[in-house]
């Protein structure tokens, strides 16, 4: 059902007729083909397959698709054997599910959207947060993995109070403090880094010290603009190779949150405050609003 611009549908038609249209005006029009289609004229023949798989056909869908029309980041050194191609099916990938009492919906741009729909006499004692947490451990940004490096990052669209950030797989014999059945904001209990909506503050817990964890000043407030709830964008991530944590916040960076992290398993964790409030997370199938691949040409 891929939609195809009627030149660009002449165009191939010309092709298949006879077989002349030049390599640099084939891939002109691949160019406006999704995923699926490409990989799909990559079985028509030779000539077709080296067109439909060469790097700029997939960087110009990337671009269209991940970085909202900006131009594919210069700078960019692959590992080998690590391709555009590469990079756009690790994108495409759907290997998230979401750990949350409450319903979980696929958006159409492919974003998870989750409602806080509990009530507050279910938790009178702590504003009936709900706790939701990824299943499976983050994956490497694409850009990073093709770069032979880690760096683990996704972003939540909120709307109301929240705290966002990472935990850790519970460990045996430690029971688990975010996800499905809990109602703790990120950074309160077992492993856990947080930024939050209603101070700025940056909250952390490292299974050690009582409920509720550290704290410190870090940036500024967001989810609320004259008591009315907003969206606002919180981008969380984590660079394994600095062993740092850092957030962003609709889409401009704010700097490191923490240091000395040691890798493990990381998973996404979001806290919403009170019933009302939501979120609509994006693994990177979705454009993010932070430009995650000139961040990693910068670094």
């Known amino acids: 059902n891929t939609f195809?611009?009627?030149?660009?549908?002449?165009?191939?038609?010309?092709?298949?007729?006879?077989?002349?249209?030049?390599?640099?005006?084939?891939?002109?029009?691949?160019g406006y083909l999704d995923a699926g289609s490409l990989l799909a004229c990559a079985a028509v023949c030779r000539e077709w397959k080296a067109s439909s798989l060469a790097d700029d056909t997939w960087s110009c869908l990337y671009c269209r698709e991940w970085r909202k029309g900006r131009p594919f980041p210069e700078g960019l050194q692959f590992d080998k054997n690590f391709t555009v191609l590469d990079m756009c099916k690790q994108r495409l990938k759907k290997d998230y599910t979401?750990?949350?009492?409450?319903?979980?919906?696929?958006?159409?741009?492919?974003?998870?959207?989750?409602?806080?729909?509990?009530?507050?006499?279910?938790?009178?004692?702590?504003?009936?947060?709900?706790?939701?947490?990824?299943?499976?451990?983050?994956?490497?940004?694409?850009?990073?993995?093709?770069?032979?490096?880690?760096?683990?990052?996704?972003?939540a669209r909120i709307f109301g109070g929240?705290?966002?950030?990472?935990?850790?797989?519970?460990?045996k014999g430690v029971p688990n403090h975010y996800g499905a059945g809990n109602q703790n904001h990120v950074g309160w209990r077992g492993i856990g880094y947080g930024y939050h909506s209603d101070d700025?503050?940056?909250?952390?817990?490292?299974?050690r010290g009582i409920f509720g964890g550290e704290w410190k000043s870090y940036g500024p407030s967001y989810g609320y603009k004259d008591r009315e709830r907003i969206h606002q964008i919180v981008g969380c991530g984590y660079d394994s190779d600095r062993q740092q944590i850092f957030f962003t916040l609709d889409g401009e960076w704010l700097g490191v949150a923490a240091s000395n992290i040691e890798?493990?398993?990381?998973?996404?964790?979001?806290?919403?405050?009170?019933?009302?409030?939501?979120?609509i997370i994006n693994f990177g199938r979705s454009p993010f609003e932070f430009d995650i691949e000139a961040h990693c040409t910068a670094e």
């Not at 949350?100 to 009936?128: A, M, W």
């Not at 929240?162 to 460990?171: D, F, H, M």
Request: glycine share 6%; hydrophobic share 35%.
């Open 263 to 279: 890798q493990q398993d990381f998973h996404a964790a979001v806290g919403l405050h009170a019933p009302g409030d939501n979120v």
């Open 200 to 207: 700025g503050n940056f909250f952390w817990h490292e299974r």
């Open 162 to 171: 929240a705290s966002v950030g990472i935990c850790c797989s519970p460990s």
């Open 98 to 155: 979401l750990s949350t009492s409450c319903t979980q919906t696929e958006q159409p741009d492919k974003t998870i959207l989750v409602q806080n729909n509990s009530s507050e006499s279910e938790s009178p004692f702590r504003n009936s947060v709900l706790s939701i947490s990824s299943e499976s451990p983050l994956r490497p940004v694409a850009c990073f993995g093709a770069c032979g490096r880690c760096l683990l990052y996704f972003e």
């Open 4 to 30: 195809i611009p009627q030149e660009v549908e002449h165009l191939l038609g010309l092709f298949c007729a006879k077989m002349a249209l030049p390599p640099d005006v084939l891939r002109c029009c691949l």
